[in-house]
Nanobody, 126 residues
Framework: QVQLVESGGGLVQAGGSLRLSCTAS????????MGWFRQAPGKEREFVGA????????YYADSVKGRFTISRDNAKNTVYLQMNSLKPEDTAEYYC???????????????????WGQGTQVTVSS
């Protein structure tokens, strides 16, 4: 019954911007930490960023730090990934994921997330 639905992917030129959205249903969104991961062909799924349940803290992979921004709107059950200064190496399928909040959270580890979206493709041309 839990669903995470990503949107906003597409084709963009290097240096451009995209904003991904992930809308959740079937779960108490405001109690879940949210993460973004990506997977390029032939590569493992990698952590992109995360935001805590309240939006009080954000975490980013070094590869996107300073270019990507995660935010959330708990009233809309939506988490966003604003991607600026896109590079061809950002090309990947992007997934949002939800993690039940608790005493400790390992935001960079995919296995700690409870629910996953279907993904949205981001392609950055050079």
């Amino acid at each position: 019954q839990v669903q995470l639905v990503e949107s906003g992917g597409g084709l963009v030129q290097a240096g451009g911007s995209l904003r991904l959205s992930c809308t959740a249903s079937g779960l108490p969104f405001s109690t879940y930490n949210m993460g973004w991961f990506r997977q390029a062909p032939g590569k493992e799924r990698e952590f992109v960023g995360a935001i805590t349940w309240s939006g009080g803290s954000t975490y980013y992979a070094d590869s996107v730090k300073g270019r990507f921004t995660i935010s959330r709107d708990n009233a809309k059950n939506t988490v966003y990934l604003q991607m600026n200064s896109l590079k061809p190496e950002d090309t990947a399928e992007y997934y949002c994921a939800a993690m039940r909040s608790g005493r400790a959270s390992y935001y960079t580890v995919a296995g700690f997330y409870n629910y996953w979206g279907q993904g949205t493709q981001v392609t950055v041309s050079s």
